[in-house]
């Protein structure tokens, strides 16, 4: 039996800072470890939860049902949260919480292929109900599509190579199971290429997992919302698993955190943009070594955490060159 530890739970706590009668949102639910935090501090807010993946949004019910009435749990996609906050009558909310990615749970118990340790149907849905799965993407993608997902979801270098192999292979059978798939990525990498920290088929079975869930390409117009979403001074805590993800939220926070961007001779300003967040970790947060040692999938774990403006902060280029 596994145990999914929540990652960074102090410095996210910190970063938070959840007073109790907050309205918090946690847009990646999982099994509730993080929310199970949350909710002891929100002795009068609101948790809203939202999981995708109906199996593991069960198991968090049950976990935080002692909570009563102050848990939310709903069964959707963190791309919808402007639609499920209209819904349950919020038009505004204190924090919002992202830790991307899959769960424990999956890698160790659902039997959806995503490890390719375990020989597993080739699925990699987080929700099963959408159409698209590993399988489907190995047998049916062209050989060109395939390398440019493994390249630009997984940053593998050979991408092309192993795209080749997968599409030499399923000629001969359907690839179906995710050791046949882990065998075939062994045996398109040289032996001497394999890297020396991971599983040769680690980046390979990232970029698919990407792809299939669609995991970076909501990523940038969730961000954005949750961040529309905040009243002022409240915040927007993300943790990321790898540099894809990474960068985009470094990126949407840098963006949302610029003011004005008129050239600087310009008198007054015409662009109109406004300052919208305050980012709060300037470099990522990481976890320390004993947390690696203790839950060594921490490892990749980056936290970045930003804070509303409220509209008395807001400055444009023009405010700030009369100052100056
Ligand atoms: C890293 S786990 C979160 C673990 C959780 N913080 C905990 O401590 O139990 C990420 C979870 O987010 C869910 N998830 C990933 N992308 C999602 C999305 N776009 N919408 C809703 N849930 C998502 C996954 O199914 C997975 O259960």
Redesign the pocket.
């Known amino acids: 039996m596994y145990a ?1 530890t ?1 990652i960074l739970v102090d410095k996210v706590l910190e970063y938070l800072d959840i007073k109790e009668t907050d309205t918090l949102v ?10 199970y935090h949350f909710l002891q501090r929100l002795t009068k807010g609101k948790l809203i939860g ?4 109906e199996v ?1 949004l069960n198991r ?1 019910k049950e976990r935080l049902k002692k909570f009563g009435e102050r848990f939310i749990p709903i069964h ?4 919808n949260i402007k639609e499920i906050l209209t819904d349950l009558g919020f038009k505004r909310v204190n924090k919002i919480f992202f ?5 424990m ?2 890698i160790k118990e659902s039997k959806r292929g995503f490890s390719f340790l375990k020989n597993e149907d080739l699925d990699m849905r ?1 929700d099963p109900s959408k159409n698209i799965s590993a399988k489907d993407v190995v047998n049916n993608f062209d050989e060109k599509k395939l390398a440019k997902i493994i390249w630009a979801y997984g940053e593998e270098r050979f991408s092309s190579r192993i795209a080749h192999f997968i599409v030499e292979e399923r000629k001969i059978k359907p690839i179906t199971t995710s050791l046949q798939l882990s065998d075939i990525i062994k045996r398109a990498i040289p032996k001497k290429f394999w890297p020396k920290r991971i599983h040769p088929a680690t980046k390979t079975f990232q970029a698919i997992r990407i792809f299939v ?1 669609d ?1 970076i390409e ?1 990523l940038e117009n ?1 961000l954005r919302d949750a961040v529309k979403l905040l009243e002022p001074e409240g915040r927007v805590c993300v943790i990321s698993f790898h540099s894809l993800e990474d960068r985009i939220v470094k990126s949407v926070f840098g963006d949302l955190a610029k003011g004005c961007i008129c050239p600087p001779d310009f008198p007054v300003c015409i662009c109109g943009r406004k300052k919208e967040i305050k980012v709060l970790t300037r470099k990522p947060v990481l976890s320390d070594e004993k947390e690696v040692r203790e839950n060594p999938s921490s490892r990749s774990a980056k936290l970045r955490c930003a804070e509303k403006l409220s509209d008395a902060q807001e400055q444009t280029n023009f405010s700030e060159k009369v100052i100056a």
Request: aromatic share 6%.
């Open positions: 999914h929540p946690d847009c990646t639910l999982g099994e509730g470890g993080h929310s939202i999981e995708q993946d593991i968090a959707s996609n963190f791309s830790d991307l990615g899959v769960s749970f999956h987080l869930n995991e909501i969730a």
